[in-house]
């Protein structure tokens, strides 16, 4: 696979600015605009006309009081244009060509307006760089026809589903029909039969999948009665190495949104397991969104929805790719992949030497060790994830075996490790195949608060750090400790790859959605609360305030989700459209920080029917606290504050003095052997550390040209 690492984001924000040229006549006002308003053409189905893919895109025209002439690459499609209740004309231009094509629109003499726009292949990329090569086709896990490679391409297909009024789905062959036990949604206060148009077909090599209440064939300029106009975009979970094209979506039908009049949208790219790439999956979603609008027509804002891996995607899209998403409710929630891959890693090398040399750790050190509420959690991560960052120990069933790498029989095959999906980001080191890594252990100190705190001996601190080893490019366990790729590192925070929410996310509606997972019989379970708290601290040190991310904790029981789910939908969308009606001219992040709705506020659930509102923090204190105490892990206890971004950490000569122990000289020796250069001194920023250089960056569209790359690193 190529490898185009690229940042472009000079070049990105030319291309996506519109370019709009004006005509010098005077505008003649239209109906439901201002007097003096000019001739203006924009997309609507990607407001960004330098990534429109698929070889259609929606227009709006306004104002349109007189007739206007529309044409694309020099074509009349004026014919596709219809009037809008509010005065403007909007229409679906067909026929793009890949590369640039020149819309215009003109009202009479001297007034008219022009827009370059940028199309792609619906196949893909956009603005991801260098596809994956092998790609596995799945298509007919979702009844699609089978595909071929490398693009997996299928037909579109329409299937109808209706809610039973016992409260399941059943398939529809005919969607006027009416089945006698039919239930019926309520959208904006009427009821409307519970049909479900359900819609795949193939995006960016992904299957994707979108459904919303029927009330006919869908029109991009004339919407669904059974719509309420507004779109839930749901992300999978999980986090491997890709070269497949999954077998899941996020979900589309689902009673929650649907019963509500939300349309639904995801694909298999925007599952984390399949694809453990934010870039990627913001890709797919503007791609999949982009062809929900021009089959439906505009939204009025988009939810973000999904747990884990899907958390990740909606934290990291908003921060890196703004607008994709326009509130997010992520669930159980990871900043990024790469934050969570030290924790990861440091319960593979804890559960390698508690097996052996740390035998005889009891269960309380391991468990202060290793800082969760429950050592149950590491062995979690070590038996279900730290598989993802050796060379095949996680590949999917649908990479042929005879594909995978090999280092004698087949050293350029199939790798699977996480970090595959990041090589247009990371690049490939020359030396071993393997996509850099900036995964790094040098100088931290493990077990330090637990030391601190007298729960382990002198000789049992010295014994760990001395032991505790490391794990090569290909996973494996070895004596050295793990050191970071400087390149890696260097794109790391340039990219945004650990979300510093400085960016995207200063502006976004937050309802983190906290089922806890930590205590009351979950203790093995790998989504501990800390991280939502990981996130608050970001966006405090970013911006300081975190007052457009509400935390809002919930006991794991079907009950409680439930009613915490409808409470932090219908509290988003609230949210969402206060900003939507907020005419002032404040700007965004103020207008998102002064229309929170006045009930919406960290709180937790006591039970399915009784709901607090109080402030969280971390250490947790009052009731939610006392009902929801929050642990650490392995790097909070080995030092590390809230923020958790340090990658690699700057060091610090290891002085004995530093501690409240005495060591002996057998145990000093065993220490300066294991912290040669120092140890971390997490006061300072880490290796690498950096403001990202901006949103919306491109890594090339090598195939077709059409997004420039640059040389890669």
Known sequence: MANRAVRSSTLVAALTAPVLLLGTATAVAAPGFPPGRQLTIETVSNPRPALVSGGQVLVRIVPAEKRVT???NGHDVTSSFHAQPDGSLLGLVTGLRDG??????????GQWAHLRVTNHPITGPVFSGAQQLPFYCETTAFGLPAASQPFCGAPTQVSYQYRTTAGAFAPLADPAARPADLATATVGGHAVPYVVRVERGTIDRAVYEMAALYDGAPSPVAPEGGWNGKLVYTFGGGCNAGYHQGSSTGGVVNDLFLARGYAVASSTLNVLDTNCSPIISAEAAMMVKEHFVETYGPVAHTIGWGGSGGAIQQYDIAENYP????????GVSFPDPLSTGGPVSDCRLLERYFAGPGASFTAAQKQ???GFGSYDTCVSWDKTFASRATATGSCNAAIPVAARWDPVTNPRGVKCNSNEQLVNQLGRDPKTGFVRSPLDTTGVQYGLNALTAGTITAAQFADLNAAIGGLDYTGTPVPQRIAADPKALDAVYADDLVNSAS??????????Q??????AGFGNDIHTTEWSYVMRQRLLRANGTAGNQVIIENHPTAAEAGAASAYELDAMDRWLTAIDADRSHRGRRQKVLANRPGDLGDGCY???????TEKLTYPASGQCGAQYPVAANTRMVAGEGLALDVLKCRLKPLDFRDYPVTFTAADRQRLRAAFPGGVCDYRRPGIGQRPPIGTWLSYGDERTGTTSPTPPR
Do not use: W
């Open 70 to 72: 529309v044409s694309a």
């Open 514 to 519: 906290r089922t806890d997972l930590d205590f």
């Open 323 to 330: 607008g994709i998403v326009d509130g997010i409710i992520p």
């Open 368 to 370: 202060a060790v290793a």
């Open 100 to 109: 640039a094509n020149d819309l215009s629109a003109r009202t009479g003499p």
């Open 606 to 612: 006591l039970s399915a029917a009784s709901r607090i």
């Open 503 to 512: 960016q995207g996310l200063r502006e976004t509606p937050i309802i983190d």
